[in-house]
């Protein structure tokens, strides 16, 4: 098997995304924003103090609140957040062609779920290593 190449994602490029980010959201479409945890709480903050918008905890989502990750790589983490969702809600309450609002820092080609707001677009199979993990 071929070993990955790394990636050193700085705090710059997550400030760069998250702004690029916070420029593509409407925010009557917006009133919270939920951070899923670990790789989604940076992003969390920093959009929050962009959009003056509250961070909510897992009780607090609703059909506004925004879901932020860090990335969606096979993106199994929002599937599963989103069936969980569909559960507590319903099928029919999902705006997005039936999806959560949702937000992430990076996104692989590949992936199962595609976010609506993207930092980056990712083509290739690098190995990210997000300043938080270092």
């Known amino acids: 098997m071929e070993e990955r190449k790394r990636r050193i994602i700085t705090w710059d490029n997550v400030i760069n995304y998250a702004d690029i980010i916070g420029g593509q959201i409407d925010k009557t479409e917006i009133n919270s924003i939920y951070g899923i945890a670990r790789g989604g709480l940076v992003l969390a903050v920093l959009l929050s103090h962009r959009l003056q918008l509250p961070i909510v905890e897992k009780d607090g989502i609703n059909l ?7 990335i969606s790589d096979s993106g199994e983490t929002l ?3 989103e069936k969980g969702f569909k559960v507590k809600y319903g099928n029919l309450n999902l705006q997005y062609e039936n999806k959560l609002n949702t937000a992430v820092l990076f996104q692989r080609n590949g992936t199962k779920y595609k976010a609506n707001y993207v930092g980056e677009k990712i083509t290739n199979n690098d190995w990210l290593i997000f300043p938080w993990e270092i």
């Not at 506004?64 to 860090?70: A, C, E, S």
């Open 79 to 81: 599937l599963e957040f």
């Open 64 to 70: 506004r609140t925004l879901i932020v990750d860090d």
